[in-house]
Structures are given as structure tokens and as C-alpha cells.
């Protein structure tokens, strides 16, 4: 069949099907599948059996038209000389009125035609399925060839670090060994010189007594008695002789002591985490509870399965009752609250605006003031460790920011300030979440569009890691860690602010993996907390554009974090 694609374009040109002149084509006949030129159209093509009943469309609407199927002669593999009439449903086949009379009477049989339009429609969507599927594969391809692009850019900057850093060593070595060389020499110098001096001394004494031993024979030898008493009253003044005085001992040259060279002044190579490009995890939602709040800013869980929410921007706190597929409002209280927490007592600790003392509400609803000052701060966040000890995130308008660890009686038992430096640890502790190994993870905000980091402080209080962001995951949009939550088996869950990506971190603060929440429906996440069952709770923010108060709070199934 000639090409149904427009003209132009530089595609070959089709000559006319009939005349096979190069006059220009016009027209194309869908029955006969024939392009042709007007004069064909006009001269020839009129003159065939029934071209009064053919379809023609003119050189414009080639490509906008497909060929209509014909249902009307399809011959019946079963039996010789019948035509297809109809289509079965349950066995799938083509049936003849005697098909239908045999077999299929009682079974669901449709018209050939809806049949197909059914067919055509169910293998449009198998082809939307393959390429969405070719889509994925294709992003995971594209995500895969970014991953070998950071790995090798990683694998280049770490290589060139290491031969910097061996450079630098041996040039350090080399000069630390001529330094050894050059002190060894002048050491030796100073050792040899004390002991030429004795030398020298001992070469001119004796020098000095062969000359005396002979005038001592000379004299001796003297045969005339008149003469010899002469010399001898010469030579006995001078026989007695006084010995050089020579050093009792000599300082030696220095031995030398090799030393052991290891990692620790070399360097070494460590375990900087891994991202996975394959996404190994799994959320579910369980279930989805409306709220008429506009932001769902915090989540937490109680014992009794209640759990407190509320929103920033509304003042509004609330203790709600999962109850089916409703939220209970059993409580509600208009306070402006920063962070919060549940102690294992069940009461709710509160970062207040403008409060320098942690509130806190008992089980029975009433609002005091708690027993936890951190004046002259203003506390932002709160994690609760234990029943008997907290961490609270607190800073103020001079600059000054810390993350305070605290017992049960209010005692600041460590502060986190500044580093061994004398440099600030944080700008403002936003979020604090812990794991098992006692490393803290703090959401620290940097700068006011809330670009930030998760900073890892170790057991001894110094900086460990910190995690800035993925450039796979942050391309496009800076990061801007929002709230923060440990994981039942102990990583770490960052939500980003305003992206639906949920960042998996190990327990030192390295990205593991990552999940995008668009992909199980939940579009605007704000908020994250686990219950005693490690089910996951998504706080949202309400849907662009709604006017109505509808942010929703999701249940969540997790596995693989």
C-alpha cells in the first residue's frame, strides 16, 4: 500500500497507482486502497464496478482516515460455506448461525463488531500499560545512567583525592627523612669532634715523648763523664712529663628507630552509604480520614490509639478517635504550637509560641506548665527518649541554637551548642528524631526559603554525617527537610517540604533509598509519625485551589524500611 503520511516533509514521492505518470497525487480510494491523480480519479477509476459506493478521500485526509473493517464475510472455521454472524463472549470465538445452533445458544454471544471494538479497546489499554511500562523502564534507565554518571564523577574526585593525598605524604615523608638524614649527620659530626680533639691531643703528646725518649738515649749513650753530667742535669728537668687529659666517655650517634605507618596518618577508605536504584520498599494505604483542617503540621500517637494533630497556620490542636472510616474530635485547642511530643505517660508536651517552658497537657485535657525551661531559648522541637529523659531543639533571635537533652526533673544534662571549634552546631533545630545506636538526627534549617539538612550527632555529641539532599532526587528542587521519624527497623524518614518524596536513611544518616508518594495517590505530605503497631501516619496539606479545608491524614501499611 502506498504511504498514507502527508506530503512533504522529504519522504519519497508516490506516483499515481493508475496512470503510473508523475502526475501530482489527489485522491486516495479506501475500498481500493488506491492513490491516484484527479485525472484517474475522474477517468478511470469512475468506470469500476460500484466506484459510485467507494469511499474517497481527498490527499488532505490521508492519514486522518483508517480503513473500516469488514464484518460481513468471514468465513466459519467450522463449517464450510458459513459466514461468521456473531461473537461468543464465553468460549471467544467467531461463531456461524450453525455454530450458534449446535453449541452456543445458550451462551453470551455478541455482534461481531462490538466484539472487535471491545478487543481493540482492551489492547489500547494493554498498550497504555507497555508504555507506561516502556516509560518506567525508561526513567529507571535514564535514573540508572545518572547513578554510573555521580558514581564515576565520585569514583574520579575520591581517586584524585587519594593521589593528592599520597603526593602530599611521600613529600612529607621524603622531607621528614632528609630532616632524620641531616640530623643524623650533625649528630655525628658533634660526636666525632669531641673525640678528634682527645685524638689530637694524644698525637702531640706522644709526639712530644719520642722526642724526649731519644734525647733520653742520647744522653746515656754520652761516653765522656764530664759531658754526661752536662746533659743529664739538662735532660732531668724536662722526664717528667704530664699526661693529656682525655674525655671519660664520648656522646654516640642516635640509632634509628623505624616507626609503622597506618591508617590513621595515611587515611582510609569508608562506607559513604549507597542509593538504590532500585526502590525495594512498599507503602499501602490503609485507610484515608478527611479533616477540616487546611494543614495536618503535626502528627502523634498515644496509647490509647488516639492521636494529637493540628495545624500552624489555624492555631488549631486537636486529639482525634479513629473511628471506621471518621475522625473523632475529642479535644480541641486554639494554641499557636511549634513542635510536640507524647511521654510514655501519655501526656503531650508543647512548644508554645512566645514560651520559653515547654506546655504540656495531661491525660485528662488539662493544659499547665511543664517542668522543662530552657530559657534564655525558645524551644522549636521536642523528641521524647524515655519516660525519664527528652530532647528539645530550641533557639532565639540572637543567633543562638542548641539541642538539649534534659531529665525528667527539667535538668539540662548536655547542651549540643558549638563544636570543638567553638563554631554553632545548628542555626535552627527544627525536627529530632534518635536510633538505637544513640546517634540524634536533627532537621537543621539554614536559610529562610527552609533549605536545610539532617545533621547526625554520635553518642559523644560530635557531627557524624550530614545529609544535604541527592542530586538524583534534588535536581530540580533544592532540599528542604521538613519532618523527620525513625522507622521500626530503625532508618531514618526525611519528607521533604513541598515534593512528594519521602527520603530512607540508614541509622548514620546515609541515603538508602527513596519514595515518591505520587505514586499511591497522596500528593501534598506534610507530617509523618509511626504507631505501636508501625503503621505509618501521612499528614497532608489541602489540594491547591480547594477552598475548603480538606487536608487528609493517611494510614499506612509499610515494608522493605
Known sequence: MASSQPFGGGQVPVNCKLCKTDRPIQWKCMDCSIMMCAHCKENVHSQFKNALDHKIISREEIGLHTEELDFTNIKCDEHAGQSSCLYCNMCEILVCPTCVAKVHMKH????????????VERLKKEQSKMQKSNSKINMKNDELNKLVSAENSKYSKVRQDILKHEKTIKEQVEQYFKELKNKLEQNHE?????????????????????????????????????????EVKKIEKFTETQEPRTRPSYASSQKFVPGNINQSNIGS????????????????????????LDTIGSVNTCLDQSIWIKSGQLGILQRVKLEGTNLKVMSEFNIKVYGMAVTPSNQLLLCVLGETRLQQISSSGELTDSVYDVSPLLPIAIHV?????????????????????MNK??????????????????????????????????????????????VVLGQEGHIINQYTGHPTINKSKPFKPAHIVSTPSDNVVVKGLN????????????????????DIGIERPHSLAFNTTGQLYIGCTKVVGDEANDAKLYVINIEGF
Open 108 to 119: 453470551d454471544l455478541i455482534e461481531i463488531s462490538d466484539a472487535y471494538n471491545i478487543k
Open 190 to 230: 658533634t660526636v666525632l669532634l669531641s673525640v678528634k680533639s682527645d685524638l689530637n691531643a694524644i698525637s702531640s703528646f706522644t709526639n712530644q715523648m719520642d722526642d724526649k725518649i731519644t734525647e733520653v738515649q742520647d744522653c746515656i749513650d754520652i761516653s765522656n763523664a764530664s759531658e754526661f753530667f752536662k
Open 409 to 454: 526533673k527539667g535538668d539540662k544534662e548536655t547542651v549540643y551548642e558549638h563544636d570543638k571549634h567553638n563554631q554553632p552546631l545548628f542555626n535552627i533545630p527544627k525536627y529530632i528524631t534518635t536510633t538505637c545506636n544513640g546517634n540524634i538526627h536533627v532537621v537543621d534549617r539554614i536559610s529562610d526559603d527552609a533549605r536545610g539538612k539532617v
Open 385 to 405: 527518649i524515655s519516660d525519664n529523659k527528652l530532647i528539645v531543639g530550641a533557639y532565639n533571635n540572637l543567633k543562638r541554637s542548641a539541642v538539649i537533652i
Open 269 to 292: 577508605l569508608q562506607d559513604d552509604g549507597n542509593l538504590s536504584a532500585e526502590i525495594n520498599i512498599s507503602l499501602v494505604i490503609n485507610n484515608t480520614y478527611q479533616t477540616e
Open 499 to 518: 515534593i512528594p518524596i519521602l527520603h530512607i536513611l540508614n541509622d548514620n544518616g546515609h541515603l538508602i533509598s527513596y519514595f515518591n508518594t505520587n
